[in-house]
Structure formats: structure tokens, C-alpha cells
């Protein structure tokens, strides 16, 4: 008989679950969430008929083997909501079990009877019989109770003195017998969903990128990871939390690029970084002019003392002198000619570029000892790594080294460097990459800013893709910093810091303002650092240092804005002025970041803001604390007006303090 | 080894297919077509790197184990696009097959590299070396010719006389290369998406419900099927093709309800339908005052003629004399007074009918059970069913019901009477009917309309869910129908039947503009037909049966109005006047209609319309043919006027003719 019932299982679950969400791709891959945070679940939950339904969220983390539950409520229109908290990280999974609430249904249509008034006393029975039902698989002391209940019921009288009616309704009672009578026909939603929980710093970070040969002590010498740790005060002075270095391994000789990528190489020119390997040790090694492995992790080791952590490069591509290629020739394409195929963009060519061929009969062995650059320095005490091009490799590998490595350290993040195609782009964070670069560098008007980032924070997306904004990177000086001077630089820092909990600058290129591009059109800089060695002249006065240290510092006092689901734009009648707020969960932090774009005018206007949702009275006044400048401004109701002049500060970052003082303050006695 | 590889047998999968639709709860259910209709299939598709893809969109019958294919075209930004066409009833699967198109990328990068001018010497033995290998695979012919192109580009010296490189980019050699080397590392789709395709009536068709009863040729007499037969020519003329009848089982005594619900019944009163079954038979006899089952298969064999199909009502509850109730008192909820549970939505009692319990321990014999009434009356010939109250029964038990009848029938049509709130209606569709009532009785200003019909013809919901318009039933006498007379009539027949490719009313209480509520407030008819027998005057001068006559005939002649997918509205800046287009898919046939809502005032616009998406050259004249009156009107460019005077027409039905006659048509021969 089974063969004709498909549904033989659930053939008297009446309740549907379904449209459930967040759930990226049906279940295939993880939300993101860092540890502490939520996760607030929704679903479509209902029956046939009218009965009460009851509905849990079930929740666990990726080893315990137990689920822990949390009551889901009723919204309108059949939606359900229910939410937990992450306290560990690595995997979680969250599903829903709903069921039909006989004793809430009994007691609903009961009420809505004596409402109509009624004759209820067969009812009084029928919920006599439930109660005697929950009775049989209640511990000793609750079947006492309910008996006791049901046998008042079914006989019509009170023991209380109350009215049998609403002695019928009596609450304590009423759960003891829901949690009794359990679960009959229950409906499980058939995915268990996946959350990955991440360290904070997953979603709420700033970054410094810097190349360590720039930074010796005498000129002419190439700067070590000695002369970083010089350099690490300055950078926990400004206030960031991750440096990051290219990659530190040795760089090939072989078609090494000169000055401003030049394919011919003078003599002593010191070659790209992402030009990986001259001689022995491939990307487990260090190149020698940067110091030891042991001057690594001394490095490491002191960065830790300023709270930061140190993010290493890794770039899945070798030099034409790497060892990979005597070792493991099955690893690569060769051309016709017997040559390695080098890599290629037609018509661009990459010589001093040798690309893995993932398609090899041996690319187990490949992945394997891939992801064993990723142990050996895991091993050193790296657990930051921006991984370079990732969309150049395959989709599959990446998925499965990043699990593999986060399954026995939850505490890794990946920032994925992949500027390429939307859809790309956003698999690259649902396979598992921790935070993605994006279009932020070419999004400029407030048009492009608004939809982007409404695209980023308030869309599916922003379950599983965490931003980090980078207003440049040295492949990258966006147009946009390329002619307006400092102003220019200024605006690009706050709103990455303020659109962004997570973002970074190339300094200091960037506090600098550095701005000349190799050619009038590209975004390449002229005499690039990516090829040469660099002398920074880093007490400049024009530095945008202290800014940077001001806007660093705001960000790690103010929690608000330190995610970026919280994001909410806010209409103002001028193009030029884009206005946003960030508010904590509980609305005991909201900042509101005005900022002009032009570099070059004073922009003023009328802002809305929707009062109630910050717990305002249209009617009484509010302050605005401008947390760059320290000024204090009063306004009152929804319309207010903002200025803003370029040469004296191109945004405003207020904190909203709702409680203004006033002659109730005033304290007669001091 | 392969513990640490999960992704193994696809580890060298490059390609990621995402993001597919059409696609319901992951596939859970199947979208719906009818007989004929193409499914345009989109997904993003996409791999590591710039290597060329190809795709492709496979499918099958579901009795047929191969899949057929048709290629995939890329759109914008990684989606891709393919489609095929339903040539047969019942259910068909289809997924996405894609792969790294190895000789077109090398085809893509050689042509690059020929237009940067760059020697390609070894980019040719390297295609030729991809040649062989196809030829490999090639059939004798095939191969032949392969091998001899690969030996024209390993020498570099084509054997044509056109150059080399030219030589190397042969289309039809190409395409036999690409099929001969097979789809290596292809990724497929990990599901088989559904697709339930229904006969054309699914989608387009005119339902006309009328009570037997109340068409006997003599006054005081029980109207019967023969009484029917008579009605077919009438039925026919206005152009409906479904005739759809109230339960036509013998009705209960016990509780039996009089004139207007009333709970007292006088002797002689006929009682509901709906409340069914006095003595013996069941869901599966005929009222004996409606004639005998042979008189019913004669006036199935009678509609037929007229291209009409029958539509039974199943309503799956009981009268309290229902012979199931002694022969399965087991289906049954009792009372602990040892009473049988009617039905209830208290604190309201329906004490005439009594509900299945469908959480009983017999649920398997129950379901068996209500699934062979269904199964008796298609032995009889019936194919269309109304099942009444579809949202009080366990979706489980219809979704099974509704496959089981499908599988061995798929002409059936189940029309789902659920005016329950939008989860659980939608939910009855995506479980298997093929056919829903929905909010339109409801839906009257321009705004409610647009909102409603963008949602249910724009949105996912389209995939699945065919709207079936009824502006009246015998429970609903909606409100904008009750004060205006005839015009309200007018309107709203008309957009049921523009907006709605499947529409119907209940009639003749709707042709004779029947509109007195039982009370003020009420949308049930005072005397309602469901309790008593009515004598219709036909003749009557006011009925709207030439128009509704005409608007049928419209339907049936312009393809556009048989399809809701195709509805698009059209700005007026009058907010009584309502204006939309269908097309069809070549564009031959285009239907504007405008409506304007107000049954009491003339009302005029400006309407717009975006000519480039008909076709339409905006400096040329177009004729606009009302086929409501067979006006003609001369329209130019994007902006016209339309006037709507309700005395006159509510409604312009324009057809609209790109050619107008010119002097150049003149015969000067004739």
C-alpha cells in the first residue's frame, strides 16, 4: 500500500513549511554571521483549516549532535520569525519543525464560544480528554496537576473559585499540557541550513597594505621585515587592525618586469612580488632580502602586541624559475613547442607568469600541496590571507581548501581579491571566502554609491558577502583620486570607513595622495611600487594620517558602525551630498555620516530622516554630534539642514544623542 | 583519498550553473504549461578564468528516459538563456548540461592574437593537436576530414588557398571539432526541475455556473439534466466553454437549511448542494430530482456538441445523513457526548455539515476512498472539477489525489476553490491544481488592479499559478456590483475576461445583473439560489448576454487575450480609466483594453503606450480597431486620447493594425 502513498510518512502532517529564509541556492552553501551575532529565521508556515499552529527554530552548532530550539512567532500573512545567537564559531545549522496546537486550537474556539455566549460544557469535556491525553505523558508531579485539571473540567466545577471558564484558560496549566501532548504530525523542514561563524573581525575590520622593501632604514637598501616592525606604532597609531603584506616570497628572475611593468629588466631592479620564486622553496619560502622565518614570525609576534594581525598574499601562480616546475612538470600546460604555457589575456601575455593547470590528470596532488602553503603558514601564526585572482581558479578547489582548513581553524578568514564579473564575484564569497573586494573603487556618484550598496547590505548578498572597501590598491588608483588632490583622498577614506565595516587603504600611497597615473586614462600609478622600491616621505604635512587615526577611532568607539546590514540611505535635495545611517540593534548607537562628493565646492541641503525609527519625538529637539570635528548641533524634527565645505572638512560623522540637556539638568547645588 | 575529496568526481568541474529559473521551493514543484508553450530557462553560468563556455538546456517527456537538447545562448552578465516546446501532455523534467568549450576558446584567443598581429605558428599546431584529438572520436567521414585540418595547421599551409589563419576558423569544421570533442569535465545541474503541461483549457477558458434546478420548463417543477440540454444553445451563443454545476448529489435532511440559511427548513424547501447526501450513495450518486446517471453522461455527450465540457463540483464533506458516516464512523471526529463534530469556525456552527477527520488512524482507506470519487466520475466522462474548500483538506492528500488522477489521465483540469489568504492559495496551485480562483472579486480601483494582476502574471507566481476571474459566484455578489446597475456589470465582465485568459460567472444572476444583498454590508444574495430554486427571466431587455457574446467571441479570435503572462499595463493619467496590452510571442496579434472604472461618468486621458515594443514606427499612422463596436481610430506616436462615456461602452477592446491604407493601396484596375 505504501508504493501508493509517497507521502505515507507525513500523510497526516498538515502543517507547510516553506520559503524559508536566508537560504542561499536551496541550502547548498553556508550564511555568514560572526560569532555573537544573530540569526533571524522566516518562514512561510501554515495548514489547512483554521487550528493554532505552533512552530520552533532549531538550531546547533556544527558538533553537537543535539538541537537546541527557540519558539518561532507569527507574523502577518502566514510568515513566521524566530532567531538564535551564535556563541561558537565554525559551522552552525538551523532548521524548523511546526505542528498543529491542539490544545491552543481548543482552546481558542473555546474562547471565541464563551465570547458568543455559548453553551461550552461539551467542549469543557472534549478539553478534558486532551488534558487526561497529556496527563498519560506527564512526569508524576504534572500528571497530578492535569488530572486534577481535566477532572474540574469534565465535571463542570472550579477548585478555585474561579468561573470553570476561564479556569479552563489558566496559563501555567495550559503549557505543562502543550508540552505534554507534544508534537503529533509534526512537519520538519527537510534542509538543515549551514552558517558559518566567523571571528569579528570577519566583518568588522581596517586594513593597511604596505610593501615592506620600502620601508629600510637608508636609502638605496631594501627594507626587511625588521623594518616593519618599525613601522607597526605608526600603523596602531592610525588605527588599523591588519596589515597586510604582498606576497614574501622569493621573486623570479626569468622575465622579471622592470620599472612601470617594463618587460625588459635592468640590472638590480627588484622584480614584482606576485612574480613568485627564484631557486628553491616556492610559496613556503621567504625571499632573502626581506629576513628569516624567524624575523616573520618575531614580526608576527610584535604586531600582535599592537592588536595587529599580520595578512599574508597568496598567489597560486609561479615564476618561470619555480620549483614546481622542475618537480612537478604534470602541474602545467606546455605548448607544442615543449615550452611552458606562460600566462595569457589575449593579446596580453604574462611571461614572468606561470599558471597551474587545474584540468591535469594529477590535480589531487596539486590541491593537496596547494593547500599546504596555506598550513605551512597557518603554522607560522598567519590566519589572515587575501588570496590574489582567485576567479582564475577553479570554483571547486577553492571551496574545498577552504574547508578543509577552516574545519580545524575556525579562526581563519579569506579576503578574496577577485575584481571580476558580479556573479563570479559573488560565488566566490558563498563558496566560502571570508571578505571580497568589490566595485567600490569605481562607484562614485551618489546614484552608484546608493543602488550598490542597497545591492551590498539590504539584498540576499548580504547573508553570505562581507565588503571590505578599497578606495585604492596598488593595482589601483581610481580615477576619481587622480585630480582632485587631498579632498579627493579624503572623501574616498570616509566613505569606505563609513559604508564599510570592513575596509583598507595601499599606504602610503594613500595617506600620502599619491596621484599620477602611468598614463592620462590608466588606473596603473606611475613608477608603481608593485616594481620597484619606494622611499616615503611619511612625515609630510599634507598626510592624511591624522584624519585617518580620527576616522579609525570613531569606528572602533561606535559599534554602529561596525556592521553593514544596518546601512540606510536618507534622502537629501542636492546630488552632490549622500547621507546614511548606521544603528545598533538595540538603537543605543546611531551615526549619521554626511558627505559632500564634489572635491571642490560647498554643497549644503535638506535632509529627511525618519525620526521614529530612531526613537525620536518629531517635537522635541535632538543632538548631533559631529564626531570629526566635536561640534554640537541642536536640530529638531525630520528636516534639517547640512553644509558642507570642502576645505574645512568634506563630512560629517554625527553620533545622534537623544538627550539634550535642560533647565530640569541644571543642578542648583553644585 | 578520496574522504578528503568530496568534490572529487567534479573536482575538474569548472563550470558553475546557478541561479536557475524557472525553479519552485528548489524544484519541489513543477511549474506549469499548457500543450504547445515554449519554457524559457535561465541560469547564471560561469567558470574560473576567460575561457569560452557553451551550455546546454535538456529535457524530456517523462516517460521518455533520453533527454533531447537545445543549445544555451549567453545573455549579459553570465546568464544564460534556452528554451523548448511542450508537444505532449503530462509531466516533462528538464536541467542544464555546461562545460569549458575548449576549441572555441582556443578559436577565440588565436583570433585575438591574429588581430594584435602576433605570430601564431604554435597557437596552430597547439588547435591542431585538439583536432586530432577529435578526430579520434569522429566518425570515419568525420575524421577524415579533421585530419587533414590539423595537418594543414601543424605545417601552417591551408589547402583552400585562403590564408592559414582564416583556414584555422572553418565553421563547418569547427562545429564538427567542438562535437567531437565531446563535453569534458561538463558540469551538470544536481536537479531535475518539473514541469506539469496541461491541456490549452488549463490556461484559456470561459466557465458559465448555473443550478440544474432552477431550469425546469414548468413553473414549481425541479429543473433537471435534461432541463439542461436545453440551456446548451444559449450557453453556447454567449461562447462559454465550461459548464460548471453545483454538487450534483441527492442533498441532506438533517439540519437541511431554508430560504436565505435560514437554520429552520420548511417542508418542501430544497436545501444546499453543498450539503451532501441523503440515503444512499454518496459522492458518488446523482440527486434523484436531477434525473438518472444515464441523463447526465447524455448531457455530457450534448455539451460536447456545443464544444462544451462539464465541470463537476466535489465538495469532500458530509450532510449528517451520509451513508459514510455509518459505513466509516472511524473518519470521523466525535464528541465526548458521543455526538458527531460538525463543522465549525466559531464561534459559527454548520450544524448540515460534518468534515472528514483526516488526522484518523484509517487516513490510507479514507484517502482511497476520496480519491475513487473522483475516479467514478471521470468514468463517466467529466474531466474538469471545482473542488470546493480545497484549503480545509490536508495538502498532502491533494497533492497526492491530484498526481495519482494526473498520472493516469492528464487531460484533467482541477479548479481550486480557496478564497483563503495568499500563502495557502498559492500553495493549493504549486501542489497541483491547475486552475484557482483568487482575489479578483476584490480587486476594483486602478491601483488595487495593477498591483494585483503585476504580482499574479509578472512575478514567479505566473510559473504556477492560472488565475480563474470570477466578478460573481453563488457566494459572492461583490460589492461594486450591488449599487450601479448594468454598467458595473458591464466593467467588470470586461476585465475578467481582458485581464483573465480564464474567466467565468455565475450566471443568469450575473447576464440579468442580479445585485440585491441579503442585508446591507452582506456580499451573500438575498434569496440565494443555494437554498432555494429561482426562475430566471432569459428575455429580460437589460441582460448582458449579446455582450458577454461578443466579448467571448473577441477571446476566442485573438490569441493575445488566451495568455496572462503577456499582460502589461499602460500609463493614463486618469486614475478611473485602466489600460493594458497582451501580445503574442511573434507579435501578430496585440489586444489593447481600456476600462473605465467609474459605471457613472465619462472619463477621458491621455494614454502611452511604448510603440517600439509593438513594432511601431512612432512617425507613422496605426489604426486602433475596437472590437467591442468595430470603431476604427487613426493613432500617431506614443500619446492618444481615449474617451469612455458608460452609457455608450465602459470599455474600448482595441485589435490593434499596423497597416493603414495608403494612396499607395489604391487599385487603379479595379
Known sequence: MNEQFPFAERGRCRVVIEN??????????????????HVVVEADIFADGHDSLAAVLKFRAEESPEWSETPMESLANDRWRGEFFTTKLGNYFYTIEAWVDQFKSWQTDLQKKLEAGQDVSIELRAGAQLIERA?????????????SWAKELSIGESITGDPIARRALNRDLTDTARRCLGRQFSTKYEKELPVAVDPERARFSAWYEMFPRSFASAAEKHGTFKDCELQLPRISKMGFDVLYLPPIHPIGKSFRKGKNNNVVCEPGEPGSPWAIESGAGGHKAIHPELGTLEDFKSLIARAKEFKIEIALDIAFQCSPDHPYIREHPQWF??????????????????????????????????????????????GQGVNIFRVDNPHTKPFAFLEWCIAELKATNHELIFLSEAFTR?????????????????YFPWRNSKDELETYFTELTQSPVADFFHPNLWPNTPDILAQFLQTDGREAFAIRLVLAATLGASYGIYGPAFELCENTPREPGSEEYLNSEKYEIKRWDLSAPHSLENLIARVNQIRRENPALQSDRNLKFHRVDNDQLIAYTKSTDDGSDTILTVVNLSPHYTHSGWLELPLEEFGLDARKTYQMHDLLTDARFL?????????????????HIFRLRRHVRTEHDFDYFA
Chains 1, 2 share one sequence.
Open 135 to 147: 496527563a498519560q505523558r506527564a512526569a508524576s508531579r504534572d500528571a497530578e496537576n492535569l488530572l
Open 422 to 438: 558580479p556573479k563570479p564575484m559573488y560565488h566566490l564569497a558563498e563558496l566560502g571566502f571570508t571578505q571580497s573586494y568589490n
Open 333 to 378: 600546460r606546455h605548448r607544442p613547442d615543449g615550452s611552458i604555457q606562460y600566462a595569457e589575456n589575449p593579446p596580453k601575455k604574462y611571461q614572468d607568469i606561470v599558471p597551474f593547470d587545474f584540468e591535469c590528470e594529477d590535480w589531487k596532488n596539486l590541491w593537496q600541496e596547494l593547500k599546504s602553503v596555506f598550513t605551512f603558514w597557518i
Open 20 to 37: 524559508v529564509s536566508p537560504e542561499i541556492e536551496a541550502g547548498r552553501f553556508p550564511i555568514k554571521r560572526v560569532i555573537g551575532e
Open 635 to 651: 536640530w529638531r524634527g525630520p528636516r534639517n539642514y547640512v553644509e558642507l565645505n570642502p576645505v574645512l572638512s568634506s563630512a
